[in-house]
């Protein structure tokens, strides 16, 4: 079991404490398939016991929110999707940023205008093009980027995907931000660059390490190695 200082603020003061998830890479192993994702049943578990004791257990996830959700099986969590532009709290419907859905049918003509052959996920106002066992698509998918940019979307490189999303500024740093101010203490883990910018104002941070993962996501407080690592620190938060 992990047995650390890091974790103490948040297991003394569970009330007074967030804790923050990224589900794919943390909570659920990568799959060649984004749709074949699946949280272990041991991860569900312990996240439905944590939920019942900190005062709010949140997935932050790329993922459309409601797809979040279907993937980790726990109405009870709160979910921020697509990068913290969807807020989906538990009894609520799905709150989608205004200034980002004006941008969701640009970002489709986009995508459908540039079909490269990768596989494509529809995550509302952001897609993504999936290049996992392609790496002959990056080069045409760095000129998508490019093409991409000039049009005044932003684009973001992940494990081995490109989203194109709105030209809205939007990152999981401002969703746990936004979470959090009724909180003392937070914590936040994740695998990928996309994870970083929450790690910037979290006061806890656990890096969830693979061979993909980006270098920095080893600076943080306490580091793991994948998913089943990550399962000693939920529960260590118990």
């Known amino acids: 079991m992990i047995v650390t200082d890091a974790l103490r603020p948040l297991t003394e003061a569970p009330e007074r404490s967030a804790i923050f998830l990224d589900v794919d ?88 205008g540039h079909d490269v ?51 809205v500024p939007v990152n999981k740093g401002q969703a746990v931000e936004a979470l959090s101010r009724d909180f003392e203490t937070t914590l936040y883990a994740g695998d990928d660059a996309t994870d970083l910018d929450a790690f910037a104002v979290a006061d806890v941070t656990v890096g969830v390490a693979s061979d993909e993962g980006p270098p920095e996501i080893r600076d943080a407080d306490l580091v793991v190695d994948g998913p089943a690592g990550f399962v000693e620190v939920l529960r260590a938060l118990r």
Do not use: M
């Open 25 to 112: 890479g943390t909570l659920a192993p990568i799959v060649a398939r984004a749709e074949d994702a699946a949280v272990p049943d041991e991860t569900r578990a312990l996240l439905a016991e944590l939920a019942g004791r900190y005062g709010l257990v949140a997935c932050v996830s790329g993922r459309a929110a409601e797809d979040a959700r279907r993937l980790v099986g726990l109405p009870q969590l709160t979910y921020a999707g697509s990068h913290g532009a969807e807020l989906l709290e538990p009894g609520n419907d799905v709150r989608v940023l205004p200034a980002f859905a004006e941008w969701s049918e640009r970002v489709h003509e986009f995508v459908r």
């Open 117 to 167: 052959g990768a596989r494509v996920e529809d995550k509302g106002p952001i897609v993504a093009y999936h290049y996992r066992g392609r790496d002959d698509l990056e080069p045409r998918l760095r000129e998508v980027a490019e093409d991409a940019e000039r049009e005044g979307f932003i684009t973001h490189w992940g494990r081995k995907v490109l989203e194109v999303r709105p030209g």
